[in-house]
């Protein structure tokens, strides 16, 4: 139990249908992350959140929309997704964005695209 | 940007020890991570190395760090079944975020 917890583990929807991942940390920590970890590739950072504020989007698609109404929730809105778009997502949070803190990981939602 | 490679599997028998390896590209590397993730989990942080350090010591693990190289890397002594896992270094080279490889998958045979 690493205090991040994501909602739902698993997630089966169609390419016309519109869903959210939801995650929730509960160490008080003031940024947090969405990562995409798809078979055989390194973990692909999608976004960086700071204090509510959007700080990094490495070029995501428009269908992927992330929301952080405060430090302690961190959403991935879906839409129109592709088959490819099948992966396991992970959120993770950190004290902040100093080098030296480490990321604290959910255990992911399972996400296919059918 | 920083490139991290590993090797993807490694197969070993219960008991013996197990070394996982990670070459990496960014010299400006100064807090180099590992990470375990089990079937189903998220990554769960085992321990790091800062980059004053050759040698870090944690009970059965070992972490081994050659700057000039640039090779990291994680020694398992008596690896158990409950070690098979997926095993991700991660060095963070000048920034607050790490740079994650694809993974080595230790295998635990009986």
């Known amino acids: 139990e690493t205090g991040v917890t994501q909602t739902p583990r698993h997630l089966v929807m169609g390419m016309t249908n519109k869903k959210s991942l939801k995650c929730e940390q509960h160490?008080?920590?003031?940024?947090m992350y969405w990562y995409k970890q798809s078979a055989k590739k390194p973990l692909e950072l999608m976004f960086v959140?700071?204090?509510?504020?959007?700080?990094e989007n490495n070029s995501v698609p428009s269908r992927f929309s992330p929301e952080c109404p405060n430090s302690s929730h961190l959403f991935l809105h879906l839409h129109t997704l592709q088959p490819e778009d099948s992966a396991l997502y992970l959120c993770?949070?950190?004290?902040?964005?100093?080098?030296?803190?480490?990321?604290?990981f959910g255990p992911g939602t399972r996400l296919t695209v059918t | 940007g920083e490139d991290v490679e590993q090797s993807l599997f490694l197969s070993v028998r219960e008991g013996d020890s197990s070394v996982i390896n990670c070459t990496y590209t960014?010299?400006?590397?100064?807090?180099l991570y590992w990470y375990k993730q089990e079937p189903g989990a998220g990554l769960q942080l085992l321990t790091y190395?800062?980059?004053?350090?050759d040698m870090k010591q944690d009970q059965r693990l070992t972490v081994l760090l050659n700057k000039k190289d640039k090779h990291l890397s994680l020694r398992i002594a008596d690896t158990q079944t409950g070690d098979s896992a997926i095993y991700f270094c991660?060095?963070?080279?000048?920034?607050?975020?790490?740079?994650f490889g694809r993974g080595t998958s230790l295998i635990v045979h009986p």
């Open positions: 993770a949070s950190s004290p902040g964005r100093a080098e030296s803190y480490e990321q604290y």
């Open positions: 160490l008080g920590h003031n940024a």
């Open positions: 959140y700071n204090f509510k504020e959007q700080t």
């Open positions: 960014d010299s400006s590397s100064t807090y």
């Open positions: 190395i800062f980059s004053n350090m």
């Open positions: 991660a060095p963070k080279g000048g920034s607050y975020i790490p740079t």
